[in-house]
């Protein structure tokens, strides 16, 4: 089977890695020797997009800027092959609607639905429903890739899709997930910091879902890495980050630990979520986000932006 990279910045080097650890794949890539880093990784190279169709490749990965991500599936859907985007699907409702007529053929790159914290949540909020959910996530931005100068990545600028609440759209993939579309959607997004930046560097927006409240707080000026995560249910208090959940009981208040993830689920993650591509590339089906999915999250987006 062959699989086509389109980007190969951090997520797409990464993506590479966990591909090359997958047998039977022949592997190539798109360039354009535009990005920070530019050095060859042992896989076909090409420079040309018709050189990329000749190459006949049963799945793209698409992991260039934001404001690309359409414009470059097309020519490769067109061909009834099927894409895996990276999030957000793009900087418009309007462009991913576009879209429409080849959802069988698209997976957005959720990874986080792959992560096993994630999976035992989202089981246990089916049995346990919260009524009020937080999702709080910071990191400072210039330490994101060291290797490169923050105000010229994509996340720093507008016209390139970047942007907090774009960037750290997970929770609200998430969100979706578990608890479906929301009623309600209200917030706000500015750029409050000293960061060098066209764009929002902080997004404060709360939606409601099946009466159950949701608060998102995401900025990019933490020194150190921010995730706290929490759940209110009639039983009490879940608590989660990276790892670890935790709960807290109204009567007691002791707070135990309810589930560790293995020592290697992060890694494991993205490889999973490669392997869930190539099944669904050699015609499976997968667990990765739809066309659809990847559209709602980028509604309330647009509904928090434009407020």
């Excluded at 309007?94 to 879209?99: D, G, Q």
Aim: aromatic content about 12%; charged content about 30%.
């Amino acid at each position: 089977m062959r699989i086509l990279l389109i980007g190969l910045g951090s997520i797409g080097r990464r993506h590479l890695g966990h591909l090359e650890k997958i047998g039977g794949l022949e592997l190539a890539a798109l360039r354009t020797k535009k990005g920070v880093l530019k050095e060859e990784n042992g896989i076909k190279e090409f420079y040309e997009l018709q050189d990329a169709l000749d190459f006949e490749p049963d799945g793209v990965l698409i992991s260039n800027p934001t404001s690309l991500h359409v414009e470059t599936a097309k020519p490769f859907l067109e061909k009834g092959i099927k894409v895996l985007i990276e999030k957000p699907i793009d900087t418009s409702v309007e462009n991913a609607e576009t879209l429409r007529s080849y959802s069988d053929l698209i997976r957005i790159a959720y990874c986080m639905r792959f992560h096993p914290v994630n999976h035992y949540l989202k089981n246990l909020f089916q049995e346990e429903p919260p009524f009020k959910v937080g999702f709080k996530r910071s990191f400072y931005l210039p330490k994101w890739h060291p290797y490169a100068d923050y105000r010229k990545e994509y996340t720093a600028q507008k016209s390139l899709g970047g942007g907090v609440i774009r960037t750290l759209s997970h929770e609200i993939d998430l969100s979706l997930d578990w608890f479906g579309e929301p009623s309600e959607v209200k917030g706000v997004v500015d750029k409050v910091s000293f960061l060098e930046l066209d764009t929002d560097d902080y997004a404060f927006f709360t939606t409601k879902s099946k009466n159950i409240r949701l608060n998102f707080e995401l900025d990019f000026f933490s020194p150190v890495n921010v995730k706290v995560f929490e759940a209110f249910t009639e039983k009490g208090k879940y608590e989660w980050g990276s790892n670890d959940i935790y709960f807290t009981p109204y009567e007691g208040g002791e707070k135990e630990k309810v589930f560790s993830p293995p020592s290697e689920a992060y890694t494991q993650m993205y490889q999973d979520q490669m392997e869930d591509f190539c099944g669904f590339a050699s015609g499976g089906t997968s667990l990765n986000a739809t066309l659809e999915d990847g559209i709602n999250v980028l509604k309330i987006i647009e509904q928090v932006e434009n407020r």
